[in-house]
């Protein structure tokens, strides 16, 4: 079974700056961050494939950056002007095949999530 282990979760204050993690025990076309703050849904985050071929959604793009290091199957989120509406528990996500959306139903394996607050 694939193991994703996400590290890098904190507090910041608001405009700070944090990274996030996420090392997958094999290789994964697809991975992605999601989050879920308390009382919403799942929202798709960035996602990357192998191919770095990217993709995020609107209320990041600008300031958080997704990269992955294939060799060492993990990808990364800088998360840059942070604002206190980025709380939530962050989760990666991966699956293999062919292609890569932001939609948490194709994704196959997930990680245990990692907190990440941003205080005002």
């Known amino acids: 079974q694939v193991q994703l282990v996400e590290s890098g979760g904190g507090s910041v204050q608001d405009g700070g700056s944090l990274t996030i993690s996420c090392s997958a025990s094999?290789?994964?076309?697809?991975m992605a961050w999601f989050r879920q703050a308390p009382g919403t849904e799942r929202e798709g985050v960035a996602y990357?494939?192998?191919?770095?071929?990217?993709s995020y959604v609107d209320s990041v793009k600008g300031r958080f950056t997704i990269s992955r290091d294939n060799a060492k199957n993990t990808i990364y989120l800088q998360m840059n002007s942070l604002r206190p509406e980025d709380t939530a528990m962050y989760y990666c996500?991966?699956?293999?095949?062919?292609?890569?959306?932001?939609?948490?139903?194709?994704?196959?394996?997930w990680g245990q999530g990692t907190q990440v607050t941003v205080s005002s």
């Open positions: 990357i494939t192998t191919g770095r071929s990217t």
């Open positions: 094999e290789d994964m076309y697809c």
């Open positions: 996500a991966a699956r293999t095949g062919g292609y890569c959306q932001m939609n948490p139903n194709i994704f196959t394996e």
